[in-house]
């Protein structure tokens, strides 16, 4: 029985595959509802809480209600099972849910990011493999005769020829480089759901973004505008407001000229999105229009505009899509309440039908 | 896992103490050292101290648990000994722990196992660990035959009748029930009254008035008795059992009775083999750790005495942490059970345990008493071990002065203001501490041993409103918990597959196929139960 290996492994696989299912409808209860509120800290593991499962029976106990279930599934106890799931992994699942491809990087690796790896081994350097060391050295033992356990001899000698040590490899990597543009329109109301709605959209992009470039190379940058264009902090973004005039051609303008003069273009991939009612005068639309058509388009990798709770009024998108209506660059979304939350993802990710 | 003997040095410390332990007229099986790394420790203590498991998510559940405190540092991973008793016995050495440790959980491991082979519970079997790894086998062949989703929810089913295990119960099921053999075995052994003529019986015919009018005649004991003659061969032959008392060994009822497949039974015996010694170890808690630190004591000065390990006062330190005195209601079974033993093997040493000492009235005389007696100690150390568990190890030889001694009836200032104890109870204290009063405390300590702070479930009846198998919750002034009734309940339902009730104070909760019911009922004693049955009537008869 010596060489019985005892472990769990087989069970605990169980276990997991349960929470993965759990985990599963999670993700699922996101989709259906738009509940993007679990992204509080950007790229940090997300924190999932469900009812803590224990095997029903008859215990001392309240009787307060709660939930239970037998059977198949297991019983429930007032405790909660909280357990984390790495930013990356949770994000590939909501990727993989909603169809969502990754994003296209240009700037070929021109860019790289040096590592190193101990995949060799050799019988010079600094750092020592033990383990192996000691492996080697214990098999020449036993070879020369030293070690023998049977006699009592357990000496094991290690020789210079036994040593072994790890060997630095140098692995590259190439690293993109990412800008992008949040640009809000100041003269709406954005306060209470229309805010919310706005923030979880942000969170999500800049989320995503930060999952396919990695966290440290994308550059976050936030915009508003009335009737002039500001660049703000990403606590001011929310916050900022004016009643007054409004056009929006301005942001896209500054943006434009932004991207164009801060950044090597060929080497940075380019992502704006605009947030507003979508009330515009007709000449600023066509303006906006042509910035999109003769400037951004070419080197921008998407620009989202995004009305949120739109009125009968709202016209940006409508102007927009008269030229952009399949365009792969060009997208636009129109969130209405919480729950379309995810389809205006989709539109402004997802893969463009032909 | 690796043998003790791929260890020359603990392979030796393993042979000095057996060596010892033989030389101290130990009657110890024999017993099979093994080495684990921590994880496999931890595994080990997820499967009830077997080295194979059945797959199962509440083993998972456990260990993901289990590996994240340890990997967290919020739970060590030594642990101090682990044996699984029988005959052979597994004990297993965690291969972090230095060699006074090693030495130590040896010869503790000695303690226990003898303790299990000699006790009157008869925990000890016969390769019980083998037979285990087989029932696994038993069980992994099951889940290939019930396929993954029927097993995993058999599987779950049967976890709720886990606790409702208690194989020492006078309730078991072997007292509870009588079956087909036994009834056979009881009319065949009347050989004397089959040979004797048999008597003319009276004309009995069943009319109401005359069974009344013949009451008081003919004597009501006779009719009463054919009919219930009748009733009971009618239920052996239909069911093959009969249930003559209330059964509180309810998941042994189950897998002897419940109508199940040959891979369902699997799970079910595999469950009760490997949960029922769990009984024997709440029973025998004090006496068994105790027993196991006495012996290890002993041999461990043997050791040190020949020089076989060094390290006396890290052992002193361990010794001293392990057997630290706490209140009588965190019973630490080290301690109480180890100074115990020391007391009483003074006791026979003095010859106190004697009438005379007894019968003296004299109180000087009583103090100073010192007799020599024929009785060695530590034989009659061994025969308390062969005849008695806890309940009566305490109740005759814990006596409120011993409680005070052993400081069981000490609390922290804290916990005595959190319990909100009075002053009147108090009778010594100190900036830290306050002492009890050790009167009532024997009382509640041997209270433990009626219920062992679990609710008590009976099966009273398996044949309530045509087929229902009927459980009884024996009131001890706690409420169950309501929202676990009805899956556990469910999960009842599944491996009786016919309706699960359960009566608990006037309640009534049933499980009738996907329907579930609770009803107002008239309150029954435990009782009223016992006399209904013993007179062959329906224990419970419905609202």
Redesign the interface.
């Known amino acids: ?8 492994d ?7 595959e ?1 929470i993965q299912e759990q985990l599963d409808e999670i993700v699922d209860d996101i989709i259906n509802r738009g509940d993007l509120d679990r992204f509080d800290d950007r790229g940090s593991d997300i924190i999932i809480e469900m009812d803590d ?1 224990q ?21 429930n106890e007032k405790g909660k099972l909280r357990f984390r799931v790495p930013f990356q992994a949770f994000m590939e699942l909501l990727g993989q849910r909603l169809r969502l491809p990754n994003l296209v990087k240009e700037g070929d690796g021109r860019i790289k990011e040096f590592s190193y790896s101990f995949k060799t081994f050799g019988q010079v350097g600094v750092i020592l493999d033990k383990r192996r060391t000691f492996k080697r050295a214990l098999r020449s033992s036993i070879g020369t005769g030293v070690y023998n ?1 049977a006699k ?1 001899q ?1 000496d094991v000698h290690v020789r210079r020829r036994d040593r072994r040590f790890k060997l630095p490899q140098r692995e590259e990597k190439p690293r993109y480089k990412a800008v992008c543009f949040y640009m809000g329109d100041i003269s709406y109301s954005t306060y209470g759901e229309r805010l919310e709605m706005e923030k979880r959209l942000v969170n999500f992009i800049h989320q995503w973004l930060d999952f396919n470039y990695g966290a440290g190379n994308v550059e976050h940058r936030f915009f508003v505008h009335d009737m002039e264009a500001h660049e703000v902090s990403p606590s001011d973004f929310y916050k900022v407001s004016n009643a007054g005039g409004t056009r929006a051609s301005v942001v896209f303008d500054l943006v434009s000229q932004i991207a164009f003069n801060e950044y090597e273009t060929k080497s940075t991939n380019f992502y704006a999105f605009y947030f507003g009612d979508g009330e515009v005068f007709e000449d600023d639309a066509k303006k906006i229009i042509e910035i999109l058509q003769t400037e951004m388009k070419a080197s921008f990798n998407r620009v989202g505009i995004v009305e949120v709770k739109p009125s009968q009024f709202s016209y940006l998108n409508r102007e927009i899509k008269r030229e952009f209506e399949k365009d792969d660059i060009i997208r636009m979304g129109t969130l209405r309440q919480r729950t379309e939350t995810i389809e205006v993802i989709k539109s402004l990710f997802g893969e463009r039908r032909a | 896992m690796r043998s003790v003997y791929s260890d020359p040095e603990l392979a030796e410390l393993q042979n000095r103490v057996l060596h010892h332990a033989r030389e101290f007229g130990r009657q110890i099986p024999e017993i099979r050292f093994f080495i684990l790394d921590r994880l496999e420790f931890a595994s080990l203590l997820e499967k009830d101290v077997y080295p194979t498991s059945p797959i199962n998510i509440w083993e998972g559940k456990r260990m993901v648990h289990k590996k994240h405190a340890i990997e967290t540092g919020l739970e060590s991973a030594l642990y101090y000994e682990v044996v699984q008793t029988g005959n052979p016995s597994y004990a297993y050495l965690n291969d972090s722990n230095n060699a006074v440790s090693q030495a130590s959980v040896m010869a503790h491991v000695v303690g226990h196992c003898e303790f299990s082979e000699r006790n009157v519970l008869g925990d000890s079997s016969p390769d019980r660990t083998e037979f285990v790894m087989y029932l696994v086998k038993r069980v992994d062949r099951a889940r290939r035959q019930m396929g993954e989703r029927a097993y995993l929810e058999y599987w779950n089913a049967a976890e709720s009748a886990t606790v409702l295990i208690a194989p020492n119960s006078q309730y078991d099921l072997e007292r509870s029930t009588e079956t087909e053999s036994i009834f056979r075995g009881e009319t065949s052994s009347t050989t004397d009254e089959m040979d004797r003529p048999e008597a003319p019986k009276p004309l009995l015919p069943v009319f109401d008035t005359m069974t009344t009018l013949l009451r008081g005649t003919v004597g009501s004991t006779s009719f009463e008795g054919e009919l219930r003659k009748k009733r009971r061969d009618e239920t052996m032959s239909r069911r093959g059992y009969i249930l003559k008392s209330p059964c509180q060994d309810v998941l042994d009822f189950l897998r002897h009775y419940a109508p199940t497949s040959r891979a369902e039974h699997a799970i079910l015996d595999y469950k009760y083999i490997t949960k029922a010694p769990q009984d024997f170890v709440a029973r025998t808690q004090i006496m068994n750790e105790g027993w196991a630190m006495y012996w290890e004591k002993k041999i461990m000065h043997a050791l040190f005495e020949e020089r076989a390990v060094k390290g006396i006062i890290d052992y002193a330190r361990v010794f001293s942490n392990v057997c630290s005195p706490r209140p009588y209601f965190q019973r630490n079974p080290y301690h109480l059970g180890y100074n115990l033993w020391c007391h009483i093997e003074q006791l026979y040493r003095d010859g106190k345990v004697s009438l005379e000492y007894h019968e003296e009235v004299d109180r000087d005389k009583k103090n100073r008493w010192r007799e020599d007696s024929d009785v060695e100690p530590v034989e009659a150390l061994g025969h308390l071990v062969d005849t008695v568990t806890d309940y009566e190890f305490l109740r005759r030889f814990l006596t409120p002065e011993l409680v005070h001694e052993l400081h069981l009836n000490r609390v922290d200032r804290q916990t005595a203001e959190r319990l909100g104890i009075k002053d009147g109870d108090i009778v010594e204290q100190d900036k830290r501490y306050v002492w009890l009063n050790p009167e009532p405390i024997k009382d509640e300590m041997l209270g433990f041993y009626t219920h062992f702070y679990r609710p008590r479930i009976y099966v009273i009846d398996s044949d309530y409103q045509d087929g229902c198998l009927l459980l009884y919750h024996r009131d001890d002034g706690h409420a169950l918990r309501k929202d676990w009734i009805r899956p556990t309940l469910r999960n009842l339902n599944m491996i009786w597959k016919a309706p699960v009730a359960l009566l608990t104070k006037d309640q009534l909760f049933a499980v009738m196929g996907n329907q579930y019911k609770s009803e107002e009922v008239k309150p029954v004693s435990f009782e009223q139960i016992i006399e209904r049955m013993q007179k062959g009537e329906r224990p419970f008869r419905g609202s």
């Open positions: 029985m010596s060489d019985v290996k005892i472990s769990s087989e069970s605990e696989g169980i276990f997991n349960f499962i095997p029903p029976t008859f215990i001392y106990g309240d009787n307060e209600g709660g939930r239970g279930s037998g059977g198949q599934g297991p019983g356990p009592g357990l």
